[in-house]
C-alpha cells in the first residue's frame, strides 16, 4: 500500500503517464484460474492438503511499476468453495521479522502482503486486506481510488476471516537466515455481500484482485531489526512486488488489477479463461479519463472536444473507434462503442465506468 503521505504526488504523476500513454500497446493484467475443492482446507500456513498441490502457482510477482524481477521471490494460489475464497502466499525472505501487533494499524511500516479485491470490476467500493509475519491484520473498505477524494472506511472488518502465517526460519532473529514466510488466508464470501440476501459466489465468473508485497530494508538498533533510514536519519523507500503491474507506484488504480476466474470445475480438471476483450475498451476510456483531469488541472475546466484530450487517431487492436464526449452540468460522459461486442461503455467525470 502506498504511504498516504506521498498519494498527491503519485496521483500526479500518474495522471501525466497514463494521459501519455494512448496509442501505445497496452499491457494486459495478470490472470488466474481459481478451481473449486470439495476437501476441507484447514488454515494453518501449510499446505499439505492434496488440494494445493494440484493446483498452480501464480507467475512471480514483479516490480509495481516497472514489471521488472524482483529481488525476492512471491507466488499464490487460489482456490475457492462455497464459504470460502482461499489464498496462499509464499515469500522468499531471509530475514523474516515483524513487530505490528495491533489490529488496524498501519501493518504495511512492516514487511507485509496485501489483498485487493473488486468484486464488480466498477473501481469503486473495493476491499482491502494486509497481513505481516506475526498475523496482524489491517482490513479497510475502500469507497472508490485515492484520485477522487475517497473515504477509507478503517473500521470495517472482515467478518469471519480465517489466517496463519508459517515461517521456515525463525521470527525476529537476526542471527539466521530464513527462508520463507507463507500466509494463508480464507476469506468468506459473505463479507462481500451488499445486501442480506445476495447471492453473490463469483461461480464461471471474474473478480478484479490484486496482490502486493511490501518489502522494506532493515537496520539492526541493539539487535532489533528496523526500517532502514539513509545518513540523514529518513526512511529509504519501501519496494513494492506485486502479481499484476500497476505502471505506477499507487496500487488505488483498481483499473490495472488482475482478473480471477472462478472455475465451477473441481481440482484435477482444465479449464480456459480469456481476458475480455472489452478490457481494451475500458483501457482507453481511462486513458481518456486521465486526459481530462489533467486538461481540467491545467485549463481549469473541462475539454469540451476529444481534439483537446488527443489529435491522434483511436485504435484499439487495430480497429478505428470513435469516442464521444458529451459535457453537462456536473461534469462530462464519454463514450465508446466496442468493436468487440457492440456494447457501449460510457466513463463518466468521477472515473466510474458504465454499461449502456
Not at 484447514?42 to 516490480?63: A, H, L, M, T, Y
Not at 512471491?74 to 509464499?90: C, E, G, S
Not at 522468499?92 to 479485491?117: G, L, R
Amino acid at each position: 500500500m502506498c504511504c498516504k503521505n506521498r498519494m498527491l504526488t503519485i496521483i500526479l504523476s500518474a495522471v501525466t503517464f497514463l494521459s501519455c500513454a494512448q496509442g501505445q500497446n497496452t499491457e494486459m493484467p495478470s490472470s488466474y484460474i481459481a478451481y473449486k475443492t470439495t476437501e476441507k482446507i484447514r488454515i494453518d500456513g501449510d499446505e499439505n492438503e492434496v488440494s494445493w498441490s494440484k493446483v498452480s502457482w501464480s507467475q512471480p510477482f514483479v516490480d509495481i511499476e516497472t514489471g521488472k524481477k524482483t529481488k525476492y521471490n512471491t507466488q499464490v494460489k487460489m482456490i475457492w468453495d462455497d464459504t470460502y475464497f482461499y489464498i496462499l502466499a509464499k515469500m522468499e525472505e531471509p530475514h523474516v521479522w515483524a513487530d505490528i501487533t495491533e489490529h488496524d494499524a498501519i501493518v504495511f511500516y512492516n514487511n507485509d502482503f496485501e489483498v485487493f479485491i473488486d468484486p464488480d470490476g466498477d473501481t469503486f467500493n473495493y476491499y482491502e486486506l494486509e497481513v505481516n509475519a506475526l498475523n496482524t491484520v489491517w482490513d479497510l473498505f475502500i469507497t472508490k481510488p485515492y484520485r477522487q477524494g475517497n473515504a477509507v472506511l478503517n473500521d470495517w472488518t472482515l467478518t469471519g476471516l480465517k489466517s496463519s502465517v508459517k515461517i521456515d526460519g525463525s521470527l525476529n532473529d537476526p542471527t539466521d537466515i530464513d527462508k520463507s514466510w507463507t500466509l494463508e488466508l480464507a476469506i468468506p464470501w459473505k463479507t462481500y455481500r451488499t445486501s442480506y440476501f445476495e447471492k453473490n459466489i463469483p461461480e464461471n465468473k471474474y473478480w478484479r484482485v490484486n496482490f502486493s508485497r511490501v518489502n522494506w530494508d532493515f537496520q539492526l538498533d541493539n539487535g532489533v531489526y528496523q526500517r532502514k533510514r539513509d545518513a540523514n536519519g529518513k526512511l529509504l523507500h519501501e519496494y513494492n512486488w506485486v502479481w499484476s503491474a500497476q505502471g505506477v507506484v499507487n496500487m488505488h488504480f483498481p483499473e490495472k488489477w488482475g482478473y480471477v476466474y472462478f472455475s465451477s470445475k473441481e481440482i484435477g480438471a482444465k479449464d480456459i479463461f480469456t481476458i475480455p476483450q472489452d478490457y481494451l475498451v475500458k483501457e482507453q476510456l481511462y486513458t481518456l479519463y486521465l486526459a481530462q483531469n489533467n486538461y481540467r488541472a491545467k485549463h481549469k475546466k473541462w475539454a469540451t472536444s476529444i481534439d483537446s484530450l488527443s489529435s491522434k487517431a483511436f485504435r484499439i487492436a487495430d480497429k478505428k473507434i470513435v469516442p464521444i464526449l458529451e459535457n453537462h452540468s456536473t461534469g462530462y460522459n464519454i463514450s465508446i462503442k466496442s468493436p468487440f461486442t457492440d456494447s457501449i461503455f460510457t466513463i463518466k467525470e468521477n472515473g466510474k465506468i458504465i454499461l449502456n
